[in-house]
């Protein structure tokens, strides 16, 4: 199941792997003040989207967005890789349950690695502050970027973890 917190928390409840190694060492740069990454990803602008690749198949999507209300969130999985969502700046809240007890309403698209599925009152919610991170297994129907109090500028990067 999906985990939270701070990145040294996190980092202890994932299975040492070279990809999740590449991961962590990514979201300590980012996390960083003044590093390479911080500094790019402190730089978009809201709608605006950088890809990097890591290696060893592991990508970083780094973005920055508004928030946006529940009704207009939805729950997603994927199938190839993890998702490591790193909160650069800002807060949002995240919900995550169990994708067997979802319908599938948008079928999984091998080549977006991306399926959606509809809404449900089982979820758990995630209140995800900067500097935290969350781990999304492909068994994690989970539904990002839901603003907290109105819609609030968030700058966050997803890395992409292949599944083995």
Known sequence: MACFGTL????????????????????AEALKPGSEANRR????????????????????SEMAYQTKARSDGFFETHRKHIDVQVIVQGDELMEVAPAELLAVTQPYDAAKDFAKHADTKLGSVLRVRESDVAVFWPADAHMPSLAIAGPALVRKAVVKVPVR
């Open 8 to 27: 040294s928390t996190v980092r202890g409840q994932c299975a040492p792997s070279p990809e999740f190694a590449a991961a962590f060492a990514y979201a």
């Open 41 to 60: 990803i402190l730089s978009l602008k809201a709608g605006e989207n950088h890809r990097c690749e890591l290696g060893g198949g592991v990508y970083v």
